[in-house]
């Protein structure tokens, strides 16, 4: 696939994965078009060499993995992990917000921030709402399914500049107060039927019928402006949830074209909800999904005590930790490291932190830039001001829950944590040419 192809493709991806929930059934059923066995975790498995297999968990995390020839003992896996879950506004459970007569009865929905998001940009964008609706059926069995009403629902107005004269020197945001959606204006806003309005959504959306009542939702606020490539020659792609469904996807098609060239190796792509909240969840990072996984392709491919199967594998396996770097800012480059503030379009980039804040070290770091050389495609190195914090990633949870040896990587980013982001349209595809080259390794 060429770049051109690539990114038209990344695109689309974007615009079909609005939340976690969307971004793991796409890409669920991107693999099993291209022969990947869905497996559950409540079956016993029956796994055979030179099979594909994916495995979801809470429809909001992901494992693809193939499986070549011979003992996973003997060779280890060479995996990937990105994260699905983006910072944005979450509905509270009870979502209408009580009319004040004194607002012009508007009708406004509770929100809660979902993790370290960039409030600023939230206002005055045009907003849709998305995620999973659990509900009762008229039999009293009960149902889950994902809603998407992919047309702008809601806004966060600004307040005028004239009625906060300090809005362009001195701003600050309150969460609770600042960021609830406006939806409507109308008499009858303090009657609207929130429950009602998501069983009109299920059977038009879903074809679902008989609902007898909706009992739980996890919804999300989205932008509804398209991702694009932008700039003079085309030097962007600008999108909501770049970190971390860009690494996502690159894991995809890494995954999907090495399966072409390759067909024996053992590899595996793990996304991870949560990364954005702490990773601390039964499908986060920080969760048993990864290692459980591990434990049962061993238990059914290595011959040998079990534990020391699982330990052997792992210690002969590699993890890349995908999830995006922070560009140099032309309006902000003294908030990097002189030396270390990686460029859009110049490929992607080590990211190294002395606390462990990412997980990579010298023989990680070597091991991946050989790749790059084999790949032929440029390489960046990113470590954070040493008077500033640093964030992280799934990289070292993963790095210290398992043991495996890990690197942290990324293409480099203007905005991240914004509902609208900014990537190079060079450095997926020079991502990507290298992730395939580490499966084929």
Request: charged letters at 15%; hydrophobic letters at 40%.
């Amino acid at each position: 696939m060429d770049k051109l192809s690539f990114n038209e493709g990344l695109l689309q991806f974007l615009r079909q994965s609005p939340t976690p929930f969307h971004a793991v059934q796409t890409m669920q059923s991107n693999l099993q078009a291209a022969g990947f066995e869905l497996l559950n975790e409540e079956d016993t498995w029956h796994l055979e060499s030179g099979k594909r297999y994916i495995v979801q968990r809470n429809g909001s995390s992901i494992i693809a993995f193939t499986l070549g020839q011979g003992d996973p003992a003997e060779s280890g896996f060479r995996m990937t992990g990105a994260h699905t879950d983006s910072p944005c506004l979450k509905l509270k459970p009870n979502a209408v917000m009580p009319v004040n007569p004194q607002t012009g009865s508007a009708l406004q929905f509770a929100v809660e921030v979902y993790g370290g998001a960039l409030l600023a940009p939230w206002f005055d964008r045009d907003l849709s709402l998305a995620g999973r609706v659990e509900y009762r059926l008229a039999d009293g069995s009960l149902g889950s399914a994902l809603l998407d009403w992919q047309r702008p629902l809601a806004t966060v107005p600004s307040l005028a500049i004239h009625l906060d004269r300090e809005a362009n020197s001195n701003r600050t945001i309150n969460a609770q107060k600042d960021m609830p959606p406006v939806l409507a204006l109308e008499s009858s806003a303090a009657d609207f039927d929130f429950n009602g309005w998501l069983v009109e959504a299920l059977q038009t959306q879903q074809g679902i019928t008989h609902v007898a009542g909706v009992l739980a939702h996890e919804l999300y606020f989205y932008d509804t402006q398209a991702p694009a490539m932008v700039g003079l020659h085309n030097d962007f792609i600008a999108s909501a949830r770049l970190d971390n469904l860009l690494s996502c996807y690159v894991g995809q098609q890494s995954l999907l074209a090495d399966q072409q060239a390759n067909a024996d190796g053992f590899n595996l792509l793990v996304c991870n909800d949560h990364e954005e909240v702490g990773s601390n969840s039964a499908c986060g990072a920080q969760g048993p999904f990864l290692r459980s996984v591990l434990a049962r392709i061993s238990a059914r491919l290595s011959s040998g005590d079990a534990a020391e199967c699982v330990e052997r594998m792992i210690r002969r396996s590699l993890f890349l930790s995908i999830d995006n770097a922070h560009g140099l800012h032309p309006n902000f480059a003294d908030k990097h490291d002189g030396n270390h503030g990686p460029l859009l379009n110049q490929g992607p980039v080590i990211k190294v932190n002395a606390n462990q804040r990412y997980a990579t070290n010298s023989r990680t770091t070597a091991l991946f830039r050989s790749l790059c050389e084999q790949a032929e495609v440029p390489v960046q190195t990113f470590v954070v001001r040493s008077d500033m914090g640093c964030g992280s990633t799934i990289g070292p949870i993963t790095a210290s829950g398992l043991g495996v040896e890990t690197i942290d990587i990324g293409v480099p980013t203007y905005g991240m944590h914004s509902i609208r982001e900014l990537a190079g349209s060079d450095d997926a595809w020079y991502l990507a040419r290298v992730v395939q080259r580490f499966y084929q390794s």
